[in-house]
């Protein structure tokens, strides 16, 4: 599955920083604005212990986790819905993607300017917001007008009218439309609309090492990840023993990078299921909800088109049983058909024919 989370943010806010800490890629990241011209796009693994766990029983050759794609996105500054700064290129670099994580800046560096010359947390949050919100009421207003036409036409497509008027009314209101109460129908009606504020949105807190372990007040109603981007660019430069010290001299047990990505998958509505053998433990990325022949399809599209049954054991009776013959001998290997729900963590194996 491609899917993708825009790293976005006002300028100077340290999303450079933090993409080449997630990505370990080296990019541009100079003390002034537009610094990102174009979205640099990194793949990043996805922290899970379960892999390593399972790899000591298999002994595979290979380990391979899931990745969510960090894509980062030049800054934005107060005008962009209306084209101020990069805002027309911000506006369509962040359509492309599949969430958004908005960096905030809370660390003090007389030496990095403030696009807006102090550092206020929600002051900043609420102009992107603010913005990104413009931006899409710009996006419902054309398309209002265009769907009045059409469902004079044909009162076929006035559904798709009265959804888009229902949510260019919430946005007025001052609130994204992700938090707009859609049915199912109306949100399949108004996808190709492509509303920014309809995305899944983490806030990130860019905080300063002495702000390390503080408790940080709700950003729009959402408690932000406090993640130190200086801190983390110096971990990404160790190796994993000393990465691990240096985590623990900060009192910490993992780095906010892997807080990140795991709470990105899950931003994502994504879970993993596992394929185990001596070849590889791979992660296998599909929808929370995904049923069997759709988990198959990810390996491959013939899986799930002549899907007939797949093996299942649970990620815990895999490691009770001490792997496939263990679980398999205590019948903890189970088969499901077409309609099982494939859980988290489990460990499958796929039966079928073309």
Known sequence: MSLSIGIVGLPNVGKSTLFTALTKNAVLAENYPFATIEPNVGIV???????????????????????????????????????????????????????IVEVVRYFEDGNIVHVDGKVDPVSDAETIKIELILADLGTLERAVVRLEKEAKKDKANTPKLEAARKLQAHLETGHRALSCKLSDEEQVLTTDLHLMTAKPLLYVANID???????????????????????????????ADEASEYLSELGLTESGLEVLARAAYKLLGLQSYFTAGEPEVRAWTIPIGAKAPQAAGVIHTDFERGFIKAEVIGYGDYLRYAGEKGAREAGRLRLEGKEYVVADGDVMHFKFNV
Request: hydrophobic share 45%; charged share 25%.
């Open 45 to 99: 693994a996805v922290p899970d212990t379960r892999l390593i766990k399972l790899a000591e029983l298999v002994h595979p050759r290979k380990i391979v986790p899931a990745t969510v794609e960090f894509v980062d996105i030049a800054g934005l500054v107060k005008g962009a819905s209306a084209g101020e700064g990069l805002g027309n290129q911000f506006l369509a670099n962040i359509r492309e993607t599949d969430a």
């Open 209 to 239: 090492e002495s702000q390390i372990g503080a408790e940080l007040a709700e950003l729009d109603g959402q408690a932000p990840i406090p993640i130190c981007a200086k801190t983390e660019s110096e971990l990404a430069e160790l190796d």
